[in-house]
């Protein structure tokens, strides 16, 4: 078990999908920046492709995501053409350069779509770039899946789904705005599996009503359907920035130690069923592509989170999609509304983001290895005060090397956070590190 020190877990902390974060971007940055990337894109550099669906049927209370209800046809069949257009005039931009790897739909929902406009999605984007080889992954809602679209997702070549679980208790799924059937998740595990199609399951943590005998139970029901990527996260109460959780009663949330412990038993119960920890958060079995990447110290981070993803860039499409560039952090616009008519007017649809300068880009390093590897090389970057993790027994550094003890992996986002050259001491907009 690791041991408890709440001091160290008090200020809240980015996840660090990215460094420097969302929190640093400015509208000073924008189409001009993103156009002068695409057009600068060589012939033989690897692409990944992000498309955002910001919609779901069911609105949940936990729910942090940039997400809006599918309840008017007119709505997503718009968002669906613009996304269309947005797709053709990137690949006009690139001009046939650029090898695309990876494509990955998240949201919101991409289920909370028309199958036949999924399909429509997919079949542009291998018209509009080198996409035929590409891995496709999709986010998906178990309440919103029926056995027509598995088997068509297999035929379309996804390779990877990963399903919103986050909890099998029903009292706790009636507290989030939730309610799914155990059921449901195994009759998707089980078309999935017979179309050759892998799973992952998003579980939480620290939900109100929670106790760690539910999270126990949603772990062992979990390792029996035996998805092979797991990740565990705990739940973020910020109602300030997200007006749906004000639906959710905060006396009712687990206490910063129960957090804790609940993470810990996560944590040596997979372990223990014989999944690989990925980072903090992230749990793979051997024979999945996460768990080699990270053994063979290949193991990145994106906005997606932890990644086996090794693109030269990552291209964002759809309202509030993220760009990445090795110099440049950029997103495009928002309000789905405003979104489309860029589309309409035939601009590229970023509005904010941030050039990353050499300092940052030591630093994003420095923070991504730690969190990946539990070791890090910091150069010329100045060396913050570590004493105190040091003191504890989770770290051990000097000059040219820091290394994370195994006691630190719930320290790790913490540890990284000494690096962020622009995290303020009263931070509120992050959520704790448990």
Known sequence: MWTYHPDLLARPVPRYTSYPTAAQFSDAVGEAELMARLEAIEADTSLSLYV????????????????????????????????????AMIATRLAGRGRVRRIAFGGGSPNSLPLVDFVRLLQQLTRCFDAHDAQISVELDP??????????????????????????????????????????????????????VATGFDLMYGLPGQTIDDLIATLDASIALAPARI???????MPCLMPRQRRIDADDLPDLKTRFAMAAQGHDRLVAAGYQPIGFDHFALAGDGLARAAREGRLQRNFQGFTEDDADALIGMGATAISAFPDLLIQNEKR???????????????????????????RGRIIEALLCRGEAHPGATPMPDLSDFEALGLVQYSEERILLTPAARPYARAI???????????????????
């Open 52 to 87: 955002h669906i910001p919609y779901c049927h069911d609105i949940c209370w936990y729910c942090g995501c940039n997400t809006g209800a599918a309840n008017r046809v007119q709505r997503l069949s718009a968002y669906i053409e613009a996304l269309e257009r947005e797709m």
């Open 143 to 196: 309440r919103r899946l029926d056995s027509q679209w598995i088997t068509t997702m297999a035929a379309m070549g996804v390779h990877r789904v990963n399903l919103g679980v986050q909890t099998f208790n029903p009292a706790v799924q009636a507290r989030i705005g939730r309610i799914q059937p155990r059921e449901m998740v195994e009759r998707a595990v089980e078309g999935f599996a017979d179309a050759g």
């Open 231 to 237: 990740a565990l996260f705990g739940y973020a109460h």
């Open 336 to 362: 789905a509304g405003a979104w489309r008519e860029r589309v309409a007017a035939g601009r590229l649809t970023a509005t904010r983001g941030l050039i990353r300068d050499g300092e940052d880009r030591r």
């Open 416 to 434: 990284a956070a000494r690096f962020d050259a622009y995290l303020a001491v009263e931070e509120k907009r992050f959520s704790h590190a448990v």
